[in-house]
């Protein structure tokens, strides 16, 4: 049960395979860029013990502490609820419901990267996350 207020948002969910860099930089950077307006959601198929550090520190340097976060399952419920999924490498393990908008965007996995490996990955999430929000959220 939502309250009006989550229905009327949308829902965005980003999936990757562990939950722990890429998706976890993207939910963060929506849910500070879009100030609320969107409901954010990431999961993974099958999510890491932490968040990745060398992506908490990459996020920290823009301002965004990533470092409470923890990699969450992918379920079929979290895609369901979701009006946009993002999927960043996990192939064939989300599931697939009509009336969804999918988009796959191919990035480097950071796993096992250092920071300076991290940051160009971050920045093309973010510009890739400041499209998302042009095109999701209605202009007034």
Excluded at 51 to 69: F, K, L, Q
Aim: hydrophobic share 40%.
């Amino acid at each position: 049960m939502s309250t009006t207020e989550t229905a009327s948002k949308p829902t965005v969910l980003f999936v990757c395979v562990h939950n722990a860099g890429r998706s976890q930089m993207a939910a963060a950077y929506l849910t500070t860029l879009s100030n609320g307006a969107i409901e954010v959601r990431s999961a993974g198929s099958s999510p890491a013990e932490s968040v990745n550090p060398a992506a908490v520190t990459a996020m920290a340097e823009e301002g965004i502490d990533m470092s409470a976060e923890i990699p969450k399952v992918l379920t079929t419920d979290a895609v369901r609820e979701s009006d946009v999924v993002i999927t960043m490498g996990c192939g064939d393990t989300c599931p697939i419901f009509p009336g969804k908008r999918y988009e796959d965007w191919e990035l480097e996995d950071p796993a096992g990267q250092g920071v300076d490996a991290v940051r160009p990955i971050r920045d093309d999430i973010k510009a890739r996350v400041q499209g998302l929000i042009a095109e999701v959220l209605p202009t007034s």
